[in-house]
């Protein structure tokens, strides 16, 4: 199918690796020119050698901290001054420390809220008068923590909530012009599981990496853990024509994990 995403102008947040490099990719290779970040110089490099010959169109790459407002900033002006527009913007993030209840102090939690929520709208906020020019498309990468909660990720859980909440009202707001959705990824084979995977190892959850990995398999119906492509081509999708009648969803992409 083509998504006729050819020419487009892609700015895909926290995308240097992960679901947020699995959509960039997804969306280079449908021809967009996609523009991405990350904190770290040297996985930047990679990624924009990565991407280059994935598709026709070119790709921008900008160090920045989605946390951090003025480098947000800064990756839109970048984006348009290289492209002339901005199209679509995705929004995905590292993800937060796991823990319970009461493991965690303010601080950790006000670093949540930063990197979950406040990533988000402080993006849409510099991206949408370009997304807005036009008509065009935001989609963010939240989790299936956000319709069932799972252990022991108590800020996955309470945080990304905020993302759903405004997801459903910037599909009104910004509509017709915008349409605004989210993806829901379950288990997926990134650094970020791997990261969680170990934990689980380190606090006796699991009795070793292989197993912890197998169990998270287990769990989703589909039997196995997700390739990040898969993310990444729903993200395109969605950003598509397509996907023209979509809007203000928040679709799981994990498997059928998901009981609710
Ligand atoms: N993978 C899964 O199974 C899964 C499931 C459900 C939800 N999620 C959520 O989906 C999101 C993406 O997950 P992932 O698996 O792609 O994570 P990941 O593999 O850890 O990828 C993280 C990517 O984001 C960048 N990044 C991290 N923190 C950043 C920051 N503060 N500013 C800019 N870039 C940043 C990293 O580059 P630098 O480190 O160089 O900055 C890297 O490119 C996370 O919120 C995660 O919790 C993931």
Do not use: Q
């Amino acid at each position: 199918m083509d998504l006729g995403l050819d020419g487009d102008v892609a700015l895909t947040t926290a995308s240097t690796a992960g679901l947020g490099g699995a959509s960039a990719e997804s969306l280079a290779r449908e021809g967009a020119h996609v523009a991405v970040c990350g904190r770290d110089p040297e996985r930047l490099a990679a990624a924009r050698e990565r991407l280059a010959d994935v598709g026709p169109g070119e790709v921008l790459g900008v160090r920045a901290d989605v946390t951090d407002g003025s480098d947000l900033e800064r990756l839109v002006e970048a984006t348009v001054e290289r492209f002339g527009a901005i199209d679509h913007l995705v929004t995905s993030a590292g993800g937060p420390p796991p823990g319970g209840v009461l493991d965690l102090d303010d601080e950790a939690w006000y670093a949540a809220y930063d990197l979950l929520v406040m990533s988000v709208v402080r993006a849409v906020r510099a991206a949408h008068p370009y997304v807005a020019d036009g008509g065009g498309t935001i989609t963010c990468v939240a989790s299936r923590t956000v319709r069932e909660p799972m252990d022991g990720l108590v800020l996955s859980n309470a945080v990304r909530r905020g993302v759903v909440g405004l997801v459903k009202t910037t599909a009104r707001a910004f509509a017709p012009a915008v349409r605004t959705n989210a993806v829901l990824p379950g288990p997926f084979e990134t650094s970020r599981i791997e990261g969680l995977v170990e934990h689980g190892v380190e606090t006796g959850e699991y009795a070793d990496y292989e197993s912890g990995l197998a169990s998270y398999a287990e769990r989703v119906p589909l039997g196995r853990i997700g390739d990040p492509r898969e993310l990444g081509d729903t993200v395109a999708y969605l950003a598509s024509s397509r996907g023209g009648f979509v809007n203000g969803v928040c679709l799981p992409v994990d498997g059928g994990a998901l009981r609710s």
